[in-house]
C-alpha cells in the first residue's frame, strides 16, 4: 500500500464549476499538509499548507484535512482554464524533512 | 521572494556523457536543498536530500556514484549524471527548504528535462 493515494484523472469540468481534489494517506504521523501545482513541464508550486486537521481558505482555494479519516481535499471554486493543470497532495512529519508526494491530479477546465 | 532556478532547463546528450545540473535559491539560503526526478505523468520520486556542506543521503535505489550531488554553499547544489544512459531521460527537479522554525517549507525549481540519446 502507497503511503499517499491519490486519483490520477483526468477530471475534466466545465469553465465555473467547483473542482474537489482528495488523497488519503496510511501513516498517522504526518502533521503538515501540502497541495502543489504543477503545469506542464514546469516545477511544482505551493498552493496551500496546512498543519493537522482543520480547514485553510485562500481565494478561491479551500484545503481540508480530516486526520481521523486520514483523508485530505482541496476545493477549487469558480474553476477557469488556467487552473488547468496537475494537482500534487504532498504531506510530511514532524521532525524530519522528507515529504511524501501523491501521484498527482490531471484537471481541465474546458471554457 | 523564494525563487529557486534550475539550469539549464533542457539538455540533450549522447549515451556514455555526464550531464551537470544546477539549482539555485535565488533570494534566501538554503540550509537543504532535494532533488527530484519525474516521468511523465508520474509523482515526484526523492532521490537524494543534501545539506549544505555535507554529503547527501540517497533514497533507496539511488546510485550515490551515478548522481553526484554536490551542495558546496548555501545557495546551489548541482546534480551530475555520470555515465548517462536512456534510461536516465526523465525531469529532475530541485528544491530548496530554509530549516527551521514550524514549515520547513519547500520551494522548487523549475525543472531540468534531460534527455540522453
Known amino acids: 500500500q502507497k503511503e499517499v493515494e491519490q486519483d490520477p484523472g483526468p477530471l475534466s469540468v466545465p469553465e465555473g464549476a467547483i473542482v474537489s481534489l482528495n488523497c488519503t494517506y496510511s501513516?498517522?504521523?504526518?502533521?503538515?499538509f501540502m497541495w502543489y501545482r504543477q503545469y506542464s513541464r514546469k516545477g511544482p508550486e505551493l498552493l496551500m499548507y496546512?498543519?493537522?486537521?482543520g480547514n485553510k481558505e485562500d481565494g478561491r482555494f479551500t484545503a481540508q484535512v480530516d486526520k481521523s479519516s486520514k483523508y485530505i481535499s482541496l476545493f477549487i471554486r469558480d474553476s477557469q482554464p488556467s487552473d488547468s493543470a496537475t494537482y500534487l497532495c504532498a504531506m510530511k512529519g514532524t521532525g524530519g524533512f522528507k515529504t511524501i508526494f501523491g501521484a498527482g491530479t490531471r484537471l481541465f477546465v474546458k471554457a | 521572494g523564494a525563487v529557486v532556478s534550475q539550469h539549464p532547463s533542457w539538455v540533450i546528450c549522447k549515451s556514455g556523457t555526464s550531464v551537470k545540473i544546477e539549482c539555485r535559491s535565488l533570494d534566501f539560503q538554503a540550509t537543504t536543498m532535494f532533488w527530484y526526478r519525474q516521468f511523465p505523468k508520474q509523482s515526484l520520486m526523492l532521490m537524494a536530500t543534501?545539506?549544505?556542506?555535507?554529503?547527501?543521503?540517497?533514497e533507496q535505489g539511488v546510485e550515490k556514484d551515478k548522481f553526484l550531488i554536490n551542495h558546496a554553499s548555501l545557495t546551489l547544489s548541482t546534480l551530475t549524471v555520470t555515465s548517462a544512459h536512456p534510461e536516465d531521460s526523465s525531469f529532475y527537479i530541485c528544491?530548496?527548504?530554509?530549516?527551521?522554525?514550524?514549515?520547513?517549507?519547500?520551494?522548487f525549481g523549475p525543472g531540468t528535462r534531460l534527455t540522453v540519446l
Open positions: 528544491s530548496a527548504s530554509l530549516a527551521g522554525g514550524l514549515r520547513d517549507e519547500q520551494f
Open positions: 501513516n498517522s504521523a504526518f502533521q503538515y
Open positions: 543534501s545539506n549544505e556542506g555535507s554529503k547527501a543521503t540517497y
Open positions: 496546512t498543519y493537522s486537521s
